[in-house]
């Protein structure tokens, strides 16, 4: 029974492994395989091949070959008793054919005609009873009911246990006891404790309960992208990390290095560094080995500063997407997040994957990030790109535009690059993605949107690379681990500094998000009564535009009070410079009825059509205020911004604009 369905579900498991081709995620070059971190070892290979589906496969074919064993051995041990085969006589013998052989093997193995023990027992559990079988009436009739001149034959079951366990009689009566108390009941009891005294101690993603309070504490409004580093360092993990004497020396070395990207106060640069060293020595220590990763300062760490520094950069990850999640969970009344801190935290983890400084994100050029997206791109340096950007290419937006020819002769003969070099560099801007971001908000069932409504918000990411991959893993070279690339779409309104509604986003897991999608358009369309026929064609809609390289993030806030809105879409990757989307939709809030019915009707200019052109001319063309990063320009020069967006909150938008901001109205 098993190897009915066992067999040819493992035939089309070997088929699909045979036809399977095998699909780099990354970019391949030079600098990432050098690093080893794709490079599979023994170990990862087993780990590979060594899914939940493929292990029980396994086990189920070891429990197959198991039965077959047990099954042929057991036949062999069990043998049909057959009396006439015994005597060596045909089935149907009569009486008296049936003693003369009897006699004849008498005379054979009979024990006082052969003194051996074999013949013996032969002769006493074999051919005696074959005879007594065809001779006495109930051995007979036992043997044509049963098949055994002794009745029914059975089996007994026990427990392979050692005699002093089961000796009751002796001292030894409570050990069995003992040990069904300790296995049982002992064991299981302290594996729980245990277990549920270190779980009690972390989240869901594997983070400590005391860092989410320090980060939900220390989290503020107002938090510049500079002053993140002092709150993502003071996680409890970091806490942990040895501090070493041997350690004093090289780090005082390394502070020196980096003390330029410290938020150090210059003109008191004596007392701000006697402040530095003042704290926790766990924390200068996590600082400056993370500063010394931005800085790519590794190679003259020691080896006990190199293994402090995996591990930290192991813990960023994790870290840094809670600490995402602290500034974007709901703070006020209107249960709205903070936009400053977050934009902040996803530059500090853009900056930490690519090993990019975060001074290197100051604005030149022309490019809100500065050199920074240059920084991601192999044999980059500061020297390599001056030369690049004094010719025609001054931002990296232009770098991408280039043909592929035009792109190959400015890296041969500017920067001086060899073909391998050029041909590294093609390969990682193949892979670097780009952004397009389709958002509706709207009030289910509705024409407008009235104060107090729940708004919808539905946003089609697609994303789209040179090499035509959807899902890989980002060029990072300089950090030791593997690391998929999630993106955060942010719905936000940058006068007030506020996030209306989030969504982490992941290209990696088509399945996934062909499920979630799914799901999502379901309820939608149950929501407003759509017909079976209606609600299959939207749902095969959304399953193809997922297959194509779109994901869905959808959504409900509360709207507003009354009034015009000015909202920014924002799509960050959490691992890549400068291919960050953001899109302008202009959001109108109408007055809710005393009847509840929808007086308005949002249109192009989101008016009311009972208001006539007395809204229209309210309704000025305002410039979308941007948040500008504070390494883009210098610390009190911001300038608000508005661009022209739709009033009836649909935009779809593509390009690629920075996503370093800051802002003035800042909610403390």
Same mark, same amino acid.
């Given at each position: 029974?098993?190897?009915?369905?066992?067999?040819?579900?493992?035939?089309?498991?070997?088929?699909?492994?045979?036809?399977?081709?095998?699909?780099?995620?990354?970019?391949?070059?030079?600098?990432?395989?050098?690093?080893?971190?794709?490079?599979?070892?023994?170990?990862?290979?087993?780990?590979?091949?060594?899914?939940?589906?493929?292990?029980?496969?396994?086990?189920?074919?070891?429990?197959?070959?198991?039965?077959?064993?047990?099954?042929?051995?057991?036949?062999?041990?069990?043998?049909?008793?057959?009396?006439?085969?015994?005597?060596?006589?045909?089935?149907?013998?009569?009486?008296?054919?049936?003693?003369?052989?009897?006699?004849?093997?008498?005379?054979?193995?009979?024990?006082?005609?052969?003194?051996?023990?074999?013949?013996?027992?032969?002769?006493?559990?074999?051919?005696?009873?074959?005879?007594?079988?065809?001779?006495?009436?109930?051995? /007979?009739?036992?043997?044509?009911?049963?098949?055994?001149?002794?009745?029914?034959?059975?089996?007994?079951?026990?427990?392979?246990?050692?005699?002093?366990?089961?000796?009751?009689? +002796?001292?030894?009566?409570?050990?069995?006891?003992?040990?069904?108390?300790?296995?049982?009941?002992?064991?299981?009891?302290?594996?729980?404790?245990?277990?549920?005294?270190?779980?009690?101690?972390?989240?869901?993603?594997?983070?400590?309960?005391?860092?989410?309070? !320090?980060?939900?504490?220390?989290?503020?409004?107002?938090?510049?992208?500079?002053?993140?580093?002092?709150?993502?360092?003071?996680?409890?993990?970091?806490?942990?990390?040895?501090?070493? /004497?041997?350690?004093?020396?090289?780090?005082?070395?390394?502070?020196?290095?980096?003390?330029?990207?410290?938020?150090?106060?210059?003109?008191?640069?004596?007392?701000?560094?006697?402040?530095?060293?003042?704290?926790?020595?766990?924390?200068?220590?996590?600082?400056?080995?993370?500063?010394?990763?931005?800085?790519?300062?590794?190679?003259?760490?020691?080896?006990?500063?190199?293994?402090?520094?995996?591990?930290?950069?192991?813990?960023?990850? /994790?870290?840094?997407?809670?600490?995402?999640?602290?500034?974007?969970?709901?703070?006020?009344?209107? +249960?709205?997040?903070?936009?400053?801190?977050?934009?902040?935290?996803?530059?500090?983890?853009?900056?930490?994957?690519?090993?990019?400084?975060?001074?290197?994100?100051?604005?030149?050029?022309?490019?809100?990030?500065?050199?920074?997206?240059?920084?991601?791109?192999?044999?980059?340096?500061?020297?390599?790109?001056?030369?690049?950007?004094?010719?025609?290419?001054?931002?990296? %937006?232009?770098?991408?535009?280039?043909?592929?020819?035009?792109?190959?002769?400015?890296?041969?003969?500017?920067?001086?690059?060899?073909?391998?070099?050029?041909?590294?560099?093609?390969?990682?801007?193949?892979?670097?993605?780009?952004?397009?971001?389709?958002?509706?908000?709207?009030?289910?069932?509705?024409?407008?949107?009235?104060?107090?409504?729940?708004?919808?918000?539905?946003?089609?990411?697609?994303?789209?690379?040179?090499?035509?991959?959807?899902?890989?893993?980002?060029? !990072?070279?300089?950090?030791?681990?593997?690391?998929?690339?999630?993106?955060?779409?942010?719905?936000?309104?940058?006068?007030?500094?506020?996030?209306?509604?989030?969504?982490?986003?992941?290209?990696?897991?088509?399945?996934?998000?062909?499920?979630?999608?799914?799901?999502?358009?379901?309820?939608?369309?149950?929501?407003?009564?759509?017909?079976?026929?209606?609600?299959?064609?939207?749902?095969?809609?959304?399953?193809?535009?997922?297959?194509?390289?779109?994901?869905?993030?959808?959504?409900?806030?509360?709207? !507003?009070?009354?009034?015009?809105?000015?909202?920014?879409?924002?799509?960050?990757?959490?691992?890549?410079?400068?291919?960050?989307?953001?899109?302008?939709?202009?959001?109108?809030?109408?007055? /809710?009825?005393?009847?509840?019915?929808?007086? !308005? %009707?949002?249109?192009?200019?989101?008016?009311?059509?009972?208001?006539?052109?007395?809204?229209?001319?309210?309704?000025?063309?305002?410039?979308?205020?941007?948040?500008?990063?504070?390494?883009?320009?210098?610390?009190?020069?911001?300038?608000?911004?508005?661009?022209?967006?739709?009033?009836?909150?649909?935009?779809?938008?593509?390009?690629?604009?920075?996503?370093?901001?800051?802002?003035?109205?800042?909610?403390?």
């Amino acid at each position: 029974m098993i190897a009915l369905p066992l067999v040819p579900y493992t035939l089309l498991k070997l088929f699909r492994a045979a036809s399977k081709k095998a699909k780099s995620i990354h970019c391949g070059c030079s600098d990432c395989a050098q690093s080893g971190k794709y490079r599979k070892s023994v170990f990862k290979r087993i780990a590979s091949v060594s899914s939940c589906g493929n292990l029980t496969l396994v086990l189920l074919w070891v429990i197959m070959g198991f039965l077959v064993y047990y099954i042929k051995n057991m036949s062999r041990e069990i043998q049909v008793f057959e009396p006439f085969s015994i005597l060596g006589l045909e089935p149907g013998a009569s009486d008296s054919v049936i003693k003369k052989a009897y006699r004849r093997l008498s005379i054979q193995y009979h024990p006082d005609k052969n003194p051996d023990p074999a013949a013996h027992k032969y002769f006493v559990e074999s051919i005696a009873k074959a005879y007594q079988a065809l001779t006495d009436p109930i051995s /007979r009739e036992n043997f044509e009911k049963y098949g055994h001149p002794d009745g029914r034959q059975g089996f007994q079951m026990g427990i392979a246990l050692p005699l002093f366990l089961l000796n009751i009689d +002796g001292a030894s009566s409570g050990i069995l006891l003992m040990w069904i108390v300790c296995i049982c009941i002992l064991l299981p009891l302290v594996l729980a404790v245990i277990y549920l005294s270190r779980s009690s101690k972390y989240t869901g993603n594997y983070v400590k309960n005391d860092t989410l309070a !320090a980060y939900f504490q220390l989290m503020k409004p107002s938090l510049a992208p500079s002053k993140v580093m002092e709150v993502f360092v003071r996680a409890a993990e970091f806490l942990e990390i040895p501090v070493r /004497r041997s350690d004093d020396e090289p780090l005082h070395k390394l502070f020196m290095t980096v003390r330029s990207e410290l938020s150090l106060d210059l003109k008191n640069i004596k007392k701000e560094q006697a402040k530095f060293w003042k704290q926790h020595p766990a924390l200068v220590k996590t600082e400056l080995l993370i500063q010394a990763h931005l800085t790519r300062e590794t190679a003259s760490l020691t080896p006990d500063l190199q293994h402090d520094l995996k591990q930290v950069l192991e813990f960023a990850p /994790r870290l840094l997407e809670e600490l995402i999640k602290m500034a974007i969970i709901p703070r006020n009344s209107k +249960g709205h997040g903070w936009l400053r801190p977050a934009v902040g935290v996803i530059e500090l983890s853009q900056c930490i994957i690519q090993a990019v400084p975060l001074s290197a994100r100051k604005a030149a050029g022309g490019s809100a990030d500065g050199i920074a997206p240059f920084l991601q791109l192999p044999y980059f340096n500061d020297d390599i790109i001056k030369k690049v950007t004094r010719k025609k290419v001054r931002t990296f %937006q232009d770098f991408q535009d280039i043909s592929v020819q035009e792109r190959a002769e400015l890296l041969s003969q500017v920067a001086g690059f060899s073909p391998p070099q050029v041909v590294d560099v093609e390969k990682v801007v193949e892979l670097i993605p780009s952004l397009t971001v389709d958002v509706t908000c709207e009030t289910e069932g509705e024409e407008g949107i009235q104060e107090g409504d729940v708004v919808t918000v539905k946003a089609w990411v697609t994303l789209k690379r040179t090499n035509g991959l959807t899902g890989a893993l980002p060029h !990072a070279p300089y950090y030791p681990f593997h690391k998929e690339e999630n993106y955060w779409f942010l719905l936000a309104d940058p006068n007030s500094n506020s996030v209306w509604f989030s969504h982490k986003i992941s290209f990696m897991d088509e399945a996934t998000a062909v499920s979630a999608a799914s799901t999502a358009i379901d309820e939608r369309m149950e929501v407003l009564g759509a017909s079976p026929k209606e609600k299959t064609a939207a749902i095969k809609e959304a399953v193809e535009k997922v297959k194509s390289g779109s994901r869905l993030a959808m959504g409900k806030f509360l709207a !507003a009070a009354e009034g015009n809105y000015n909202l920014t879409c924002h799509v960050l990757c959490d691992s890549w410079i400068g291919c960050d989307q953001k899109a302008n939709i202009k959001l109108k809030v109408l007055k /809710r009825t005393r009847a509840g019915t929808r007086g !308005a %009707q949002v249109g192009d200019g989101g008016a009311d059509p009972e208001d006539g052109d007395e809204d229209d001319e309210e309704i000025e063309e305002e410039e979308d205020e941007d948040i500008e990063s504070e390494y883009s320009d210098d610390e009190g020069n911001e300038q608000h911004v508005n661009k022209k967006g739709l009033a009836n909150g649909k935009v779809g938008r593509k390009g690629k604009q920075s996503s370093s901001e800051s802002s003035d109205s800042d909610e403390e």
